[in-house]
């Protein structure tokens, strides 16, 4: 799905739990990781990102591939001495599926902090 898909960019969660803003792209442990991990720097180092998730190469490659096909990295192969290097950095789609990503988690958070009823559950 990709971001302007999203409910959350539609607008089409109002009145739903806020967990049907979620874009599954991006919510994956690994990929919310390399999406994040990616905006705090410009670019990041494969390397870099494999020991920060705790990942294989395999396993990494296969994400990054995920988020590479959504359009919200891309990646930059090249060297450095002699030695074969591979950076992720956000693209302007990849920012903005994380800044909705975050809100919608925030509204989550800010959803179980409220007060709530003595009443119980609701009906279903």
Do not use: C
């Not at 806020?18 to 991006?26: I, K, R």
């Not at 494969?46 to 396993?59: E, H, I, M």
């Not at 950095?89 to 003595?118: C, F, I, K, N, Y």
């Amino acid at each position: 799905m990709s971001v302007e898909d999203s409910p959350a960019a539609r607008g089409d969660h109002e009145g739903l739990h806020p967990t049907q803003a979620l874009d599954d792209t991006v919510h994956q442990r690994v990929r919310l990781g390399i999406l994040t991990i990616a905006r705090e720097a410009e670019r990041v180092e494969f390397g870099f990102l494999k020991k920060q998730l705790a990942v294989t190469d395999g396993n990494l490659s296969r994400h990054l591939k995920v988020l590479e096909d959504s359009g919200l990295i891309i990646l930059e192969k090249g060297y450095a001495g002699r030695r074969p290097r591979t950076w992720i950095a956000l693209t302007p789609g990849g920012a903005q599926a994380l800044d909705a990503e975050l809100r919608t988690l925030r509204a989550l958070v800010s959803r179980l902090e409220a007060p709530h009823p003595a009443s119980g559950p609701p009906d279903t």
